[in-house]
């Protein structure tokens, strides 16, 4: 089964609006997280990386104030896009380490933006 | 930073022959390398993966070699079958903790 469940699974949202992603690890603890972006038959793009108890890391060119990320606990980071765009339409994936090198997927939110 | 491709972008097989991916990467430093089976509209899947320290694994169809002279590894598919159509990505990581840096993704698909 999943160790990475991520909801939702897909959002509509109206333009203007902000929409909340979860990411948790099911049966392990993850101090790390990542996000990540995919646009159609294009490959996964780092977006930032969630850190427990501290400030995420974001990739260059990844709007800080757009996409907020809050890792409050070991189970759970929350990406959410704020005063979402069409052009912030995408999938949105997200993925945790569980040991030294294995990471785990979440299934993907499609975030389509009227 | 580290930079891998892939190819071919898209492959079409019959069913029952094989099909081969080929990825390199930059960074002499990646000591991981994972391939993930995504279909539409999920998350990746890891299929296989294998560590620096060898230069093959298999796991029954599947199989993946790596050249750490030459910075490449490859996945093999064998006795293709049409639940095998997907995307698949590679991807190389350094360190635990670290993400992946992900191949651009090949498009299977295997005609029956």
């Known amino acids: 089964g999943a160790v990475v469940s991520q909801h939702p699974s897909w959002v509509i949202c109206k333009s203007g609006t902000s929409v909340k992603i979860e990411c948790r690890s099911l049966d392990f603890q993850a101090t790390t997280m990542f996000w990540y972006r995919q646009f159609p038959k294009q490959s996964l793009m780092l977006m930032a990386t969630s850190n427990e108890g501290s400030k995420a890391t974001y990739e260059q060119g990844v709007e800080k104030d757009k996409f907020l990320i809050n890792h409050a606990s070991l189970t759970l980071s929350t990406l959410t896009v704020t005063s979402a765009h069409p052009e912030d339409s995408s999938f949105y994936i997200c993925s945790a380490p569980r040991d030294s090198f294995l990471q785990y997927f979440g299934a993907g939110t499609r975030l389509s933006v009227l | ?112």
């Open chain 2, 1 to 112: 930073g580290e930079n891998v491709e892939q190819h071919p972008s898209t492959l079409s097989v019959q069913e029952g022959d094989s099909a081969v991916i080929k990825c390199t990467y930059s960074d002499s430093a990646s000591n991981y390398f994972p391939w993930y089976k995504q279909e539409l509209g999920k998350g990746p899947q890891l299929i296989i993966d294998i560590r620096s320290n060898v230069g093959e694994k298999k796991d029954q169809r599947i199989a993946v070699t790596l050249n750490k002279t030459a910075k490449h590894f490859s996945l093999h598919i064998t006795e293709t079958q049409p639940e095998d159509s997907a995307v698949y990505f590679c991807a190389a990581s350094v360190t635990y903790g670290q993400n992946f840096v992900f191949g651009p993704g090949t498009r299977l698909s295997v005609l029956p």
